[in-house]
């Protein structure tokens, strides 16, 4: 009889577990199929000691849920700001690297609107005119936080526009200082990915 009751429990729950089992499968498959690389490049138009510059970033990362993305980025300062310091005539630029993270509040059809945020740490670099090399002169860290409208033109393409603030802390050699070079951006950017 108990055997008989055993077999029973088994053939009655058997199809139970394996559809259980078959549900958390599916969902894992889900979780994981949200985990998605994406690659970036963004161009802004920024103030650098109160003159227009260019300023370049690649990004990169994983998108680990529909609205939020998490990743690193590379910067740079495309063309020197020409200046005077003591006299002499010199170029400044920077360079940096840290984290960013992105959330989409809102998204409709292929339009979406959203919020990324970078945080990173960099060198100025200077070059007195008639100097061979630029030098690493001082280290700083920067934040900044922007607002975007973005576009899906495609599974794997996104283009979008957008403008914020970019703020420093540690500029503090040369008679520069941080002031110098906080500066509000516009940004025109494109990321490689799927939706």
């Known amino acids: 009889m108990k055997k008989f009751f055993t077999l ?11 559809e259980i089992s078959s549900l958390n499968d599916s969902e894992n498959a889900i979780v ?28 990169g990362g994983v998108k680990i849920h529909p609205q939020f993305r998490l990743g690193m980025y590379a910067a740079t300062v495309a063309n ?11 170029s400044i630029d920077y360079n940096s690297l840290g984290i960013l993270a992105e959330y989409k509040p ?6 979406s609107l959203s919020i990324p945020v970078t945080a990173g740490a960099g060198f100025t670099s200077i070059n007195t005119k ?10 700083y860290f920067v934040a900044d936080a922007a607002l975007h409208f973005n576009y899906q033109i495609n599974p794997s393409i996104e283009i979008g526009i957008g403008g914020g603030y ?5 500029i503090s050699e040369d008679d520069f200082e941080n002031s110098d070079f906080n500066t509000p951006f ?9 939706r």
């Open 8 to 18: 029973f429990v088994f053939l009655f729950f058997a199809p139970a577990f394996a």
């Open 32 to 59: 994981s199929d949200e985990n998605k690389i994406f690659l970036g490049f963004e161009a802004n138009n920024i103030l650098l000691l109160e003159d227009g510059s260019l300023y370049f970033s690649f990004h």
């Open 80 to 90: 020197d700001v020409n200046t005077k310091e003591h006299g002499k005539k010199i």
């Open 106 to 111: 809102l998204q409709i059809g292929n339009f």
């Open 130 to 139: 008639g100097e061979e090399h630029s030098k690493a002169k001082d280290g």
């Open 166 to 170: 970019r703020v420093f802390l540690g």
């Open 186 to 194: 516009g940004a025109f950017f494109i990321n490689w990915g799927e």
